[in-house]
Nanobody, 118 residues
Framework: QVQLVESGGGLVQAGGSLRLSCAASGRTFSSYAMGWFRQAPGKEREFVAAISWSGGSTYYADSVKGRFTISRDNAKNTVYLQMNSLKPEDTAVYYC???????????WGQGTQVTVSS
């Protein structure tokens, strides 16, 4: 079992930056792929980024490529999402996920709100 707790969300102006963190419990963190998803009001949850268990491979949605960077620190059981050049359309609740698949979805955090004002 893995428990995930996100932090770092907030209100930022368009063009600004935020860094989200996701702290995981459990000694098997380094065995899991990790990912970030988001859900805007009235829309379905969508994939944002994922990183392999070793950190050697990363994957991004086309909408965030070149602006967002996912990384992980297995010694700290933490995964990060650095978000730069934020746009109003990035406004959503961002969820951290863990799992064994390339795009993980076995375990979920509670979410953190990101609001980008124009």
């Amino acid at each position: 079992q893995v428990q995930l707790v996100e932090s770092g969300g907030g209100l930022v102006q368009a063009g600004g930056s935020l860094r989200l963190s996701c702290a995981a419990s459990g000694r098997t963190f380094s065995s899991y792929a990790m990912g970030w998803f988001r859900q805007a009001p009235g829309k379905e949850r969508e994939f944002v980024a994922a990183i392999s268990w070793s950190g050697g491979s990363t994957y991004y949605a086309d909408s965030v490529k070149g602006r967002f960077t996912i990384s992980r620190d297995n010694a700290k059981n933490t995964v990060y999402l650095q978000m730069n050049s934020l746009k109003p359309e990035d406004t959503a609740v961002y969820y951290c996920a863990a799992g064994l698949k390339l795009v993980p979805n076995d375990y979920w955090g509670q979410g953190t709100q990101v609001t980008v004002s124009s």
